[in-house]
Every structure is written in structure tokens, then in C-alpha cells.
Nanobody
Framework: QVQLVESGGGLVQAGGSLRLSCAAS????????MGWFRQAPGKEREFVAA????????SYADSVKGRFTISRDNAKNTVYLLMNVLKPEDTAVYYC?????????????WGQGTQVTVSS
């Protein structure tokens, strides 16, 4: 198990940017594929982006392609999600996920979430 702590959420106007961070505990961070999911009120949790163990490959939901970028720094045990051109429909709680599997299936370890609110 790995413990995950997200940060960087907040309130931003449409068209703005935010960068989320997810700090992981333990010395095995590089053994996990990492990802971001989000859950809006009244909706199911959905996949946003994922990155392989050493950052060679990434995957994105169609709704965020071209606007969001996932990256990781294995030396800092941290994964990031840079979100540009934010839209009101991006409003959700964003969760960090760590799993040994690829592609990510929404299993493994989760953080507590960070709220992102985009105003129109």
C-alpha cells in the first residue's frame, strides 16, 4: 500500500489553470502507474489521466486531451496534473490513484481528494 496526499485544488475562473500535486509515501513510488480520476456531484468517478511507472506513456480522457498534462517526478515521489483552459464542467473532486496495473482500472490506492471548482 502507498499513501497518497493531493493538493493544489481551488477556485478558478473558466479559461484559467491549476496544477494538482499528489505526494506518495514509501520507497516504491516508481513501481506504480499513477493516475487522476474525478467525481462531480451526482456523477460517478471517472478517469482523467494516467502515466506509466517511469513516465514513458500517458493516457487521457477525451474530455481533457489537449488541455491537461500528467507528469511525475520519481525522485520526489510526486505526480502532477497541469490543467489548462479549465471549463465549468471540470468542476469535481480530483483523486490521485496508484496501481501496479496498466491501464489503470480504478483499483489500488487512493488519496483523499482535492476540490477543483471552475466558475463561469
Amino acid at each position: 500500500q502507498v499513501q497518497l496526499v493531493e493538493s493544489g485544488g481551488g477556485l478558478v475562473q473558466a479559461g484559467g489553470s491549476l496544477r494538482l500535486s499528489c505526494a506518495a509515501s514509501g520507497r516504491t513510488f516508481s513501481s506504480y502507474a499513477m493516475g487522476w480520476f474525478r467525481q462531480a456531484p451526482g456523477k460517478e468517478r471517472e478517469f482523467v489521466a494516467a502515466i506509466t511507472r517511469h513516465g514513458i506513456s500517458t493516457s487521457y480522457a477525451d474530455s481533457v486531451k489537449g488541455r491537461f498534462t500528467i507528469s511525475r517526478d520519481n525522485a520526489k515521489n510526486t505526480v502532477y496534473l497541469l490543467m489548462n483552459v479549465l471549463k465549468p464542467e471540470d468542476t469535481a473532486v480530483y483523486y490521485c490513484n496508484a496501481d501496479n496495473a496498466w491501464p489503470l482500472l480504478g483499483l489500488g490506492s487512493w488519496g483523499q481528494g482535492t476540490q477543483v471548482t471552475v466558475s463561469s
